[in-house]
């Protein structure tokens, strides 16, 4: 069985930034695609960023320039890097991994973490 955890999340003032972080854990023998995706009261999740294997990045287009997706393959784990917060970027952070256990492929997702952007 594998597992994400995401962490970092928390409550910060418009303009600020945070760190998120999603560790991948379990008998995990390889991980693909790794992405973030957020989630605001009675919208519709939506994804933020991804990265693939080999660390090629895309973007929604409103977080395009404040957010900055990476991952440490030795690590297992994935990051986001949010800068410019706005209130708008209020939501629930999803961590979804694409992750090789034994001979088949899961599409994991994590537990989210809340970010809250407000002075």
């Given at each position: ?29 390889a ?24 660390g ?12 900055t ?51």
């Amino acid at each position: 069985q594998v597992q994400l955890v995401e962490s970092g999340g928390g409550l910060v003032q418009p303009g600020g930034s945070l760190r998120l972080s999603c560790a991948a854990s379990g008998s995990i023998v390889a991980i693909n695609t790794m992405a973030w995706y957020r989630q605001a009261p009675g919208k519709q999740r939506q994804r933020v960023a991804v990265i693939d294997h080999a660390g090629s990045t895309n973007y929604l287009d409103s977080v395009k320039g404040r957010f900055t997706v990476s991952r440490d393959n030795a690590a297992n784990t994935m990051y986001l890097q949010m800068n410019s917060l706005a209130p708008d970027d209020t939501a629930v952070y999803f961590c979804n991994a694409n992750i090789r256990v034994s001979s088949l492929w899961e599409n994991v997702w994590g537990q989210g973490t809340q970010v809250t952007v407000s002075s």
